[in-house]
């Protein structure tokens, strides 16, 4: 399973970005394998429609669950229509780690 956790850096230890679409990285956890990838987010900087954009990133990259604590409308869309679970994650100041150990423990809330 690949799981993807909106992050303010490219490194694990680096905390959650509250945001989804606007995130600076992206890091995609590999639950079968245990790897970890992060890639800078294309579209953080774009001037509107950053969410659709965002999530077409991700099905690029064949993510099945978004690890988040919020999510627009739009992108929303865009992610439940390519199949990917959105998971909430509504912890501040919590590293991308803290967020993989939530997910592992299967406490998350579906959105």
């Known amino acids: 399973m690949r799981i993807c956790i909106p992050s303010r850096g490219p490194e694990p230890?680096?905390?959650?970005?509250?945001?989804?679409g606007?995130?600076?990285?992206?890091?995609?956890f590999d639950?079968?394998?245990g790897t970890k990838e992060s890639y800078k987010n294309p579209a953080a900087e774009g001037m509107g429609g950053v969410?659709?954009?965002?999530?077409?990133?991700l099905l690029?990259?064949?993510?099945q669950v978004l690890v988040?604590?919020?999510?627009g409308g739009n992108a929303l869309g865009a992610l439940k229509a390519?199949?990917?679970?959105?998971?909430?994650?509504?912890?501040?100041?919590k590293t991308v780690?803290?967020?993989?150990?939530?997910y592992k423990g299967g406490g998350l809330k579906e959105q």
Do not use: C, M
């Open 13 to 20: 230890g680096d905390l959650v970005d509250e945001r989804f």
């Open 22 to 28: 606007r995130a600076p990285y992206y890091l995609i």
């Open 31 to 33: 639950s079968e394998s």
């Open 51 to 57: 969410g659709p954009r965002a999530a077409q990133f």
């Open 60 to 63: 690029d990259k064949n993510v």
């Open 68 to 71: 988040t604590a919020r999510i």
């Open 82 to 93: 390519g199949g990917i679970t959105i998971l909430l994650y509504e912890e501040p100041g």
């Open 97 to 102: 780690n803290d967020a993989i150990t939530a």
